[in-house]
């Protein structure tokens, strides 16, 4: 492996929301944080280069995007995700939740009916109904390994019966690591496409999929699929380069495109800043053997947490995610409600993890770990996880 991921950072002083809000949320801020989803790595060295020599510039006015900029996007979705889109398709904006946040004010009306699939992140919830839509939400269902899938018949009948308007897709799925197959995402796309219901897939993480694995694209699948959906993308949850803002929102149809640009042009939202101008294109260019070498890196962490807790903690399962850097850990064999998870897992084992509740239907007893860290920062957490539960007589 090139790249060394074991350097542990002190991130304290960097104004890192994974620690420094840590005590608003936990109520301490003494914990180990495993919560907020970025990485607790240096980003690629060729990015880092990079925004050295823009700010060795010394000069940071107003930017424009080069052609190069979309051009990086495009040719990076194409090598590894087999979708040919076009350049004109391509919208600048800071955020994914921003973008459906618009999307949903100005391709819907007050009081129309948008589904969701739990558990699943919590703004998916919260970006509807304080948009003044009607919530409706589809759990995802779970096989006899714990394995969470689509649940195609409450889905078609809640579409039906709500005369649902917009599907949120989350693919790959946070927190529960599902990479949708092409299989998948063909049959739920049939019914949206049957009920006229708009697909906005949010894939923030489809870079982050590992072997044996392969995000396939909504859109892709085909024609209709893709004149019916709206895609949002970006480099920064695969560069662990959240902090500079920056996504792409893909939209194949135009009037979908003219409506957003209209939305974005409202709040004046069209231009990079000139770190992420720059960090973006170089992420897509230069950056694909650092991204190689993470995945390499996080699945091996994922592994030592998925062999742990079979051989120290038995009663608590975790199914080894396809994609993401996230897993879901169910401690829900323990046979304690949510509150006292919590307790545990904060004045115990002192680590912050994100609730399971959080994310809605489905999460009851789960607790969400990122795992997109030193393999000591795992083992330590780990260890802390096994001991709290231990004095709590909740394992042998």
């Known amino acids: 492996m090139k790249h060394d991921f074991s350097k542990v950072i002190d991130r304290t002083n960097n104004y890192s929301a994974k620690w420094s809000e840590m005590g608003s949320k936990y109520g301490q801020d003494d914990l180990i944080p495993m919560w907020v989803a970025d990485m607790d790595f240096e980003t690629a060295p060729e990015i ?32 590894r995700h087999d979708w040919a889109i076009q350049s004109d398709w391509l919208m600048f904006s800071p955020g994914v939740i921003p973008s459906i946040s618009l999307i949903i004010r100005h391709m819907t009306s007050p009081g129309d009916k948008i589904i969701i699939q739990q558990p699943v992140y919590s703004p998916f919830a919260s970006v509807v ?20 899938e689509m649940d195609y018949d409450d889905f078609e009948n809640k579409v039906r019966t709500e005369k649902v308007k917009m599907f949120l897709l989350c693919s790959p799925h946070n927190p529960v690591g599902r990479v949708w197959s092409r299989e998948e995402l063909t049959r739920i796309g049939e019914i949206c496409m049957k009920y006229g219901v708009k697909v906005v897939a949010d894939e923030i993480h489809a870079d982050l999929v590992f072997k044996g694995h392969k995000h396939i694209p909504f859109a892709s699948i085909n024609g209709a699929f893709e004149q019916n959906s709206i895609t949002c993308i970006a480099p920064t949850k695969t560069f662990n380069i959240a902090g500079l803002q920056m ?43 650092w991204m190689e070498d993470m995945l390499e890196y996080v699945e091996a ?41 919590k307790e545990i897992m904060v004045s115990h084992a002192r680590v912050a993890l994100n609730e399971g509740i959080s994310f809605g239907l489905g999460g009851q007893g789960y607790q969400r770990i990122n795992l997109a860290c030193p393999k000591t920062t795992v083992i330590e ?16």
């Open 48 to 79: 880092i280069e990079g925004l050295k020599e823009r700010l060795d510039q010394g000069i940071f006015g107003y930017t424009t995007r080069p052609e190069s900029y979309n051009n990086a996007i495009v040719d990076w979705v194409k090598r």
């Open 247 to 289: 996504s792409s929102v893909i939209l194949p149809n135009k009037n979908d495109y003219d409506a957003l640009e209209r939305a974005f042009t409202l709040i004046d939202i069209k231009r990079n800043n000139c770190f992420s101008l720059v960090a973006g294109e170089v992420a897509y260019n230069q950056g694909e053997s």
């Open 381 to 396: 957490v780990m260890d802390r996880i096994r001991a709290a539960l231990q004095v709590n007589q909740l394992i042998g």
């Open 129 to 148: 109904s304080d948009n003044d839509r009607q919530l409706v939400v589809s759990a995802l269902k779970k096989d006899a390994s714990g394995k969470f």
């Open 301 to 341: 962490n994922i592994d030592y947490v998925i062999d742990y807790v079979q051989v120290h903690m038995p009663k608590v399962k975790v199914l080894k995610p396809e994609g993401t850097y996230l897993a879901f850990m169910d401690f829900s064999e323990l046979g304690i409600g949510d509150e006292a998870l």
